[in-house]
């Protein structure tokens, strides 16, 4: 299966932050951002497999700074690496003051998803060409993420096994 370029799967969203989606601080609520992280991150995924995707996994979710009601979100996602019917994607969250134009970074999440074929189960998906410095860095990184995923998982297993017992 040839691979495709990581520009192939890079989407950005962009929205405004309205009291509704604001905390008493009159900041974003952190499980607002957690939905717009979890629907680029479809989206990307989609793009590169052109395939449905379904999330298997949440890394992390840093929130580094606050959101304020005002401000616009900006979110941007791309694939970084697959493996036979999965993918990590990176999103990176910013801020932005529309009347200073002044741009921060707010956040960053690593994200699993599967693609599923017409059967529903997992299916083999294209390999991800990095291009840029910050790709290839993500690329090159991912193996190390991978493994503490397959570590972590097997823990959870493992400690179901022995809660049921």
């Known amino acids: ?35 717009y992280v979890d629907k680029i991150a479809s989206i990307a995924t989609m793009r590169h497999s052109r395939m449905p995707v379904v999330t298997a996994s949440s890394d992390s979710l840093d929130f580094l700074q606050p959101i304020k009601v005002g401000e616009a979100i900006r979110l941007e996602a791309f694939v970084t690496y697959t493996h036979r019917t999965s993918m990590e994607v990176f999103v ?56 503490y995923r397959k570590q972590r998982k097997q823990e959870r297993v493992k400690q179901r096994g022995d809660i049921a017992r």
Do not use: C
Request: no cysteine; proline share 9%; net charge negative.
């Open 92 to 147: 990176k969250i910013e801020s932005e003051n529309l009347l200073t134009g002044e741009v921060k970074l707010t956040g960053t999440s690593y994200l699993t998803f599967v693609a599923l074929g017409t059967d529903g189960k997992p299916t083999i998906v294209p390999p991800v060409i990095p291009e840029t410095e910050e790709e290839r860095w993500h690329y090159q990184t991912a193996p190390e993420r991978f493994e």
């Open 1 to 35: 299966m040839d691979g495709k370029p990581t520009s192939a799967s890079r989407t950005v969203m962009t929205d405004l932050v309205l009291p509704p989606d604001t905390n008493n601080y009159g900041t974003i609520f952190g499980g607002k951002v957690m939905e």
